[in-house]
């Protein structure tokens, strides 16, 4: 029903900057939140960053002042852009979405997860 394309994921160096892609497709109606978490190895998955339908924005701590979420609508896409970056960043990095189908309704979706490495 709704497959979620993520991509930007990499090997950068500390303090070093990666922009994240997560692109949705199949039968959507609307798309609410959209959002981004990370799973470190050994640790539970957590929340990096949330943007609503209207645009508003939640930051984990970890991401403030850091990271930056944005969306286009159009494109059905988040973005999370990444600077300043450090060794305890690296994660596999999820897209969530939550999408409105016809079939399904209101639900969740989860994309495959991308990793990002950061090197000291």
């Known amino acids: 029903q709704v497959q979620l394309v993520e991509s930007g994921g990499g090997l950068v160096q500390a303090g070093g900057s990666l922009r994240l892609s997560c692109a949705a497709s199949?039968?959507?109606?609307?798309?609410?939140?959209m959002g981004w978490y990370r799973q470190a190895s050994g640790k539970q998955r957590e929340l990096v960053a949330v943007i609503t339908s209207g645009g508003r924005t939640n930051y984990a701590d970890s991401a403030k002042g850091r990271f930056t979420i944005s969306r286009d609508n159009a494109k059905n896409t988040v973005y999370l852009q990444m600077n300043s970056l450090k060794p305890e960043d690296t994660a596999v990095y999820f897209c969530n979405v939550d999408a409105w189908t016809l079939l399904a309704g209101t639900r969740d979706y989860w994309g495959q997860g991308t990793q990002v490495t950061i090197s000291s």
């Open positions: 199949g039968s959507i109606f609307s798309i609410n939140a």
